[in-house]
Nanobody
């Protein structure tokens, strides 16, 4: 069972940037989709961005143009570069890797706080 460890969260001022990392305990190359989700206070978990095995990416409308997802298969790591952060981006961010059919794995999450 793959273990995912997120890092890079913290407190940042509105307009600032953060880069989240998700390190996997084993190769992520075989997974069909790797992505980032977030869950704000009192909200449901939502997709932020994902990248498919072939390299195509998907972003939530609210983060398009500000966030960039990337996967480094050689380092078994997924990144989320976040720029122009807004208070509404504050949430716990979770890494996810999954197969189209089959298992899905989650990290424990990393907190992002954006001060206005």
């Amino acid at each position: 069972q793959v273990q995912l460890v997120e890092s890079g969260g913290g407190l940042v001022q509105a307009g600032g940037s953060l880069r989240l990392s998700c390190a996997a305990s084993e190769s992520i190359f075989s997974f069909d989709v790797v992505g980032w989700y977030r869950q704000g206070p009192g909200k449901q978990r939502e997709l932020v961005a994902n990248v498919l095995k072939g390299g195509s990416t998907n972003y939530a409308d609210s983060v398009k143009g500000r966030f960039t997802i990337s996967r480094d298969n050689a380092k078994n790591t997924v990144y989320l570069q976040m720029a122009s952060l807004k208070p509404e981006d504050a949430a716990v961010y979770y890494c996810n890797v999954k197969y189209f059919i089959g298992r899905s794995y989650w990290g424990q999450g990393t907190q992002v706080i954006v001060s206005s």
